[in-house]
Antibody
Framework: EVQLVESGGGLVQPGGSLRLSCAASGFTFSSYEMNWVRQAPGKGLEWFSYISTSGSTIYYADSVKGRFTISRDNPKNSLYLQMNSLRAEDTAVYYC?????????????WGQGTLVTVSS | DIQMTQSPSSLSASVGDRVTITCRTS??????LNWYQQKPGKAPKLLIY???SLQSGVTSRFSGSGSGTDFTLTISSLQPEDLATYYCQQSYSTPRTFGQGTKLEIK
C-alpha cells in the first residue's frame, strides 16, 4: 500500500523552529518528486514547497521562502521540512504529497497531516 | 501566480441531486486542472486529474470537464458520503494554486 506518514508537529513559540518528517512506503520513493502543502485552521489548501527526485531542484512559495527548507533522504525513504522563524500565520496542518504524472501532474497520495501550532 | 475562483463557496443539496461546482482560472491552463475531495478531519483525496480523467477507484458519479479557463466538477447523483469540501488545483505553473474550496452539505 502506498503510504505517507508525517510526524514532528507540535506547539512552538513565535520565532522558534521545528522539523517535520514524512515517511514514505509502498513505492520507490527516489523516483518521485515530493511536495509540502498546508492548511490553516478552517481555511483552504496552500502548496508551498517542491523537491525533485534528486533534490537538485527546489521551489518555495513566497510565504515561506528564506524561512523553510525542504530536503529528502532517498535511502531512508524520507522527506523533511525544516521550519525556522515561525510565525503565528504558519499555524496549520502540514501535509506531504507525492507528485504523479501523466498528461499533467497532480498530488497523490497525501499523508494524514501533522498539526503545527505557533503560539506563545 | 494563477488565481483560482470556485463557485459556489458552499451549497446544500439533497440525496439524488445532480451537483455542479465551477472553477475559473485567471489565465488559460489548457487541461492542467485537478479536483480533490476533503472530508471533515481527513486529508485531501484526488478525484479528477487533467480536467476530465477519473482517478482509479473513484466512483463514476464524479466527472470533470472544461479546458482553458473554465472547469466543472459534476456529481451525477449526490450520496450522503459526498459530504465534503471540494478543491480545484492548477498544475500549469509554479506556484501550484488551489481554489478556495466548495463546502457541500446534504439537506
Amino acid at each position: 500500500e502506498v503510504q505517507l506518514v508525517e510526524s514532528g508537529g507540535g506547539l512552538v513559540q513565535p520565532g522558534g523552529s521545528l522539523r517535520l518528517s514524512c515517511a514514505a512506503s509502498g513505492f520507490t520513493f527516489s523516483s518521485y518528486e515530493m511536495n509540502w502543502v498546508r492548511q490553516a485552521p478552517g481555511k483552504g489548501l496552500e502548496w508551498f514547497s517542491y523537491i525533485s527526485t534528486s533534490g537538485s531542484t527546489i521551489y518555495y512559495a513566497d510565504s515561506v521562502k528564506g524561512r523553510f527548507t525542504i530536503s529528502r533522504d532517498n535511502p531512508k525513504n524520507s522527506l523533511y521540512l525544516q521550519m525556522n522563524s515561525l510565525r503565528a500565520e504558519d499555524t496549520a496542518v502540514y501535509y506531504c504529497a507525492r507528485t504523479e504524472y501523466s498528461s499533467t501532474n497532480w498530488f497523490d497520495p497525501w499523508g494524514q497531516g501533522t498539526l503545527v501550532t505557533v503560539s506563545s | 501566480d494563477i488565481q483560482m475562483t470556485q463557485s459556489p463557496s458552499s451549497l446544500s443539496a439533497s440525496v439524488g441531486d445532480r451537483v455542479t461546482i465551477t472553477c475559473r482560472t485567471s489565465q488559460s491552463i489548457s487541461s492542467h486542472l485537478n479536483w480533490y475531495q476533503q472530508k471533515p478531519g481527513k486529508a485531501p483525496k484526488l478525484l479528477i486529474y487533467a480536467a476530465s480523467s477519473l482517478q482509479s477507484g473513484v466512483t463514476s458519479r464524479f466527472s470533470g470537464s472544461g479546458s482553458g479557463t473554465d472547469f466543472t466538477l459534476t456529481i451525477s447523483s449526490l450520496q450522503p458520503e459526498d459530504l465534503a469540501t471540494y478543491y480545484c488545483q492548477q498544475s500549469y505553473s509554479t506556484p501550484r494554486t488551489f481554489g478556495q474550496g466548495t463546502k457541500l452539505e446534504i439537506k
